[in-house]
């Protein structure tokens, strides 16, 4: 039990989740828009790096305000969870994109799109459901977005699946099939993202319940 429960919060860990949720947001965003709009892939790729580079911030600012702090929302070991789970969010995207230029991907798979449109859901539903983590009347609430979030991740389970069934179709010679790798693994990663959305959800969901 943590001494929250008998002392007065401390409010920052809460604000600093929040803003993590939408630059999360924002992320997922900026790579719906280079994947539906492929054209200015470079600067696109540079918004989405500096993205990450904010959601690295902001998690080592996590970090140390839970060295620094002896009053804790709530157990330190789901703060250090949660703060990671949203970092490796974040950094799924990320290498998504990266990838996108470094492999020099001419046309991203047409899931690829759809992938991130559903992480870009799931991450609106994180920002929309960070600023309750600390308020416990609002359980059913979170409860409904994290069933919200885990559709979403089935959905990207079946997208995923998809690509691996129809990923080398017509793939006749090495440079195709090298290609076809690089597409595979870039789909991955944002498969990848919708997996790591639904953690977050499940850690803020257990947040509660342990402090409800």
Do not use: W
Request: charged letters at 25%; hydrophobic letters at 45%; aromatic letters at 4%.
């Amino acid at each position: 039990m943590v001494l929250s429960k008998f002392m007065p919060n401390n409010p920052k860990f809460a604000l600093k989740f929040e803003e993590s949720a939408r630059n999360a947001h924002a992320t997922a965003t900026a790579l719906v828009d280079l994947l539906e709009n492929y054209t200015d892939v470079e600067n696109k790729v540079a918004r989405i790096k500096d993205l990450e580079h904010v959601g690295d911030r902001l998690a080592q600012e996590v970090t140390t305000l839970l060295a620094d702090s002896f009053i804790v929302p709530f157990d330190r070991e789901d703060i250090i969870a949660l703060n990671n789970e949203l970092d490796d969010l974040v950094d799924d995207l990320e290498e998504a994109a990266s990838k996108l230029s470094l492999y020099r991907i001419a046309r991203p798979l047409p899931q690829m799109a759809q992938l991130a449109r559903l992480a870009e859901q799931q991450c609106a539903l994180l920002a929309q459901g960070m600023p309750l983590i600390e308020h416990h009347g609002h359980i059913s609430q979170l409860t409904s977005l994290a069933g919200q979030i885990q559709a979403l991740e089935d959905q990207a389970d079946d997208l995923g699946d998809d690509v691996q069934r129809t990923l080398y179709d017509g793939v006749t010679d090495v440079p195709g099939m090298i290609n076809a790798m690089r597409n595979g693994e870039i789909a991955g990663l944002i498969e990848n993202a919708t997996d790591q959305a639904q953690r977050v959800s499940k850690t803020v969901a257990g947040i509660l319940l342990k402090n409800a």
